[in-house]
């Protein structure tokens, strides 16, 4: 029996039930708000390597296989897939072909189905083996880049704090813990490559090295924070002053950070109604407000809703308020909530380990500057209302 020629004819009901399958899989969390075309990939590709090399009239060539995983794994390293995530998806893959061919492989004889059993598992081998190569060498890249981008802020760094001593010891601090792992790490990775051996616990190899691109991206936010809040202190901020669409605006910043608020089952609702349609001001500064404001607000709560309400004022001047459910701010901290690196935390409810304490302080300044003014209303264990108040057009 010609089984490559079953398994052409039954290839696009196959990936339609595989595709199916990846999005009922809880184990495949990262495929959760993917396409059907993200998700499909390049599996197509491999499959119609599968029925080249089972025919029996054509070359066994499995090189269309090797491209096809190649960039498989590469694209689900973009996508934010972990190797087990990956290695679930192939074990579907398997389970589904196997599952489609069946009544028919049990019509062969039992050296075709030895045969074509055989073919499919190392196909299916193959293609896991490759797909990992490219994911590693994938995340080795974003190492490298992430190396790059932290050497650079590293020199501004540098030169910032020569000028201003304030917070080395705080700063120092929180630099602490986050780079020395990607330091500790970072070593053993470029040892490894000196040696070139072959990593035979390939999994605990990607462990560390997702370790190190979460702690890099730590840190590195945390030095754009700093960066940002020295520029402003330094009076190096320029103000590009355009006309400025709020709804939309405000609803992109939304999309932008809903993947957030739904890991925490956290609901965002938007009432720009009453919002003015068009102002005069920074754009990417604005954004830069919305976007902490948003953040800082489902980084606190969780559970039940963040909601962003607008509105014009008199006298020429428009409000924005971002609202929270989450664990509020006691009096005795709200007048401190803006000083850069302070945190609120108790005994019961120690601060956040990715807060930075430069969020908020970011934003009043960044309020300051587009010539507005911020106000505070909250509620321990009830919730927080942050208030920007902004003219509809700013006048340099």
Known sequence: MDFSQLLAEKRDSILDKWIIAVRKDRLIESADDLSYTAIKNHIPDVL????????KSQDNNIQSIVIASFEHGAIRAEQGFDPAEIAR??????????????????????????????????????AIARCFKSYVEERLRQLQELQSSLTL?????????????????????ELKHPLTSIIGYS?????????????????????HIERVLRNGRQLLRLINNVLELSRYDAGQIK????????????????????????????????DCDRAPKQLITDSFQFQHIVTNLISNAIRYTES??????????????????????????????????FEPYFRVSSSDRPYLPDS?????????????????????????????????????????
Request: charged share 20%; aromatic share 4%.
């Open 239 to 270: 103000l590009q002053l355009v006309p400025t669409g709020v709804p939309e605006l405000i609803n992109n910043v939304c999309e932008m950070l809903e993947p957030l608020a739904a890991g925490k089952n956290l609901k965002i609702v938007v």
């Open 153 to 173: 802020h590293n020199e501004e760094l540098t030169r910032l704090i020569d000028a201003n001593q304030d917070y080395i010891s705080q700063l120092a601090h």
């Open 48 to 55: 119609k390597a599968m029925v080249t090399v089972l025919s």
């Open 89 to 126: 998806e192939y074990h579907l893959l398997r389970t589904i072909i196997f599952d489609a061919l069946q009544t028919d492989l049990l019509r062969g004889t039992p050296s075709e189905i030895i045969r074509s059993m055989r073919l499919i598992d190392a196909i299916v081998d193959e």
């Open 304 to 337: 039940g809703t963040i909601i962003i309400m607008c509105q014009v004022l008199e006298n020429q001047r428009w409000a924005i308020a971002v609202s929270d459910t989450g664990i509020g701010i006691a009096p005795e901290n709200q007048a401190q909530i």
């Open 187 to 207: 070593d053993l990775f470029l040892r490894q490559e000196r040696r070139k051996t072959e990593v035979k616990d390939t999994s605990a190899n990607l462990e």
């Open 356 to 396: 930075t304490g430069l969020g908020l302080a970011i934003v009043s300044r960044l309020v300051k500057l587009l010539q507005g003014q911020i106000n505070l209303v909250s509620e321990v264990g009830v919730g927080s209302t942050f208030t920007v108040i902004l003219p509809l057009e700013m006048k340099i």
